[in-house]
């Protein structure tokens, strides 16, 4: 059994982490946490206007100090942005303080659950497709450097996706919240 203080879920926009991740973490009896929104509250601005104020590269700082700060705790569900696999300190921080569960989904399945995304900055332009074609071969690789478990939600609605992960998260994973 995997004793790691947290429960984190990993993957690409579109994948369920936030929808997964709600139904999860209360199975579970866990603090849910989503690093965005903790990110929006540090800042004081939304994800558009932190792009538009000081870039990717900003955000990115900000999601790293962010995360790191979260990741002292444990008892949560941490629900990761995409790109927070980028960096190799982030990538040792979520290996290091969590199970680690990949959310995968593919691009067609991405482009339907996204078609009306206003609040994503990379996602707003005309080649969608290509972009995420693009984001998914470069953080593939690193999606699975830290996984512990991978499913694929294409097919499965959150409830369907959340009964399969309740089994298999059980099996691997010593909640600590449990098991004090
Ligand atoms: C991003 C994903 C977003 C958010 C930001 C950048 C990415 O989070 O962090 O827009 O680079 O993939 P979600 O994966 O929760 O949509």
Request: charge should be neutral.
């Amino acid at each position: 059994m995997n004793p790691a203080p947290n429960l984190i879920l990993v993957g690409p926009m579109g994948a369920g982490k936030t929808s997964i991740g709600r139904r999860l973490a209360e199975r579970f009896g866990l603090e849910f946490v989503d690093v965005d929104q903790a990110i929006v509250e540090d800042v004081g601005s939304g994800i558009p206007a932190i792009f538009e104020n000081v870039g990717e590269h900003g955000f990115r700082a900000h999601e790293k100090r962010v995360l790191a700060a979260l990741l002292e705790r444990g008892g949560q569900l941490v629900s990761t942005g995409g790109g927070a696999v980028l960096d190799a300190d982030n990538r040792q921080r979520i290996r290091s303080r969590g199970f680690v569960v990949w959310l995968r989904v593919g691009v067609p399945a991405q482009l339907q659950r996204l078609q009306r995304d206003k609040c994503r900055p990379l996602l707003q332009r005309e080649d969608r497709e290509q972009v995420l074609r693009d984001m998914a071969a470069l953080r593939d690789p690193l999606y699975r450097e830290v996984a512990d478990l991978i499913l694929d939600t294409d097919a499965h609605s959150p409830v369907e996706a959340t009964a399969q992960l309740v089994v298999r998260v059980a099996a691997q994973w010593q909640n600590p919240e449990f098991s004090a």
